[in-house]
């Protein structure tokens, strides 16, 4: 993991920004490592107390999370993903999992060095369920990095998982539409992940006949799509 550095007084931030140690690597798509990585840093997370900074954070990772576990009504533009939002948060049962500190950012913020071994570059807390954080990945995967659904099943052995993974694109659906890069272009990633979602789950597949994905989605991780995918600011 990449380990912060503090600035030249002592101080951890400055004006808003943060740095941390250089890490070697880069972004690969190897993602059962990503998401079995997940696992085991929330492992080690799992008994962290929720951290007082996320008090006062009000920004898009966080609006979006909350909106998709049902804390907070979205007003959602409807042609950039909005739509589909509504009809999936219809589907919405209650968990019974249990929320502690997670990275939900992993698809873009792990990397591989030259022997393969992954490295975490940044950390970003969330309180929120391991399983849901760990379909993130999975979701994002899908949307952008090229996955096929064989992931989605490999990985279903864990806790709630069709509704840790409806959890998560609903996350991405509004974290996109509230956006100011979103394109049709880039929600064409998710329409084709919740087709795969819908396809792979029984209590989810009646919500997905007409849900298919419009042109695009093919175009891996390029600048607009991961635009929408990660913000500098998060806001």
Wanted: charged share 25%; with cysteine.
């Amino acid at each position: 993991m990449a380990r912060p550095i503090r600035s030249s007084d002592g101080r951890w931030v400055v004006g808003g920004w943060a740095a941390c140690w250089y890490v070697p690597g880069r972004l690969e798509p190897r993602y059962d490592v990503v998401v079995d990585a997940s696992l085991r840093l929330h492992a080690a997370t799992a008994n962290v107390a929720r951290p007082r900074m996320l008090d006062d954070r009000d920004d898009l990772l966080v609006r979006s999370a909350a909106g998709a576990f049902g804390e907070r009504r979205l007003t959602l533009e409807p042609g950039l993903g909005g739509d589909l939002y509504a009809r999936l948060a219809e589907l919405r049962r209650p968990v019974r999992l249990v929320p502690q500190v997670v990275h939900p950012e992993l698809f873009g913020a792990m990397l591989f060095d030259q022997d393969g071994n992954p490295a975490l570059v940044e950390m970003v807390p969330c309180w929120r369920p391991k399983e849901w954080a760990a379909a993130v990945v999975v979701v994002d995967a899908l949307a952008w990095g090229g996955a096929e659904s064989a992931l989605l099943h490999r990985w279903s052995h864990l806790d709630e998982w069709p509704q840790a993974l409806l959890r998560a694109l609903l996350h991405r659906l509004a974290l996109h539409a509230q956006h100011p890069d979103a394109s049709d272009r880039t929600l064409a990633g998710l329409q084709r992940a919740a087709t795969l979602v819908g396809a792979c789950s029984e209590p989810l597949r009646s919500c997905f006949p007409a849900v298919r994905p419009s042109h695009g989605w093919r175009a891996r991780v390029s600048e607009p799509l991961r635009s929408c995918h990660r913000s500098p600011t998060g806001r």
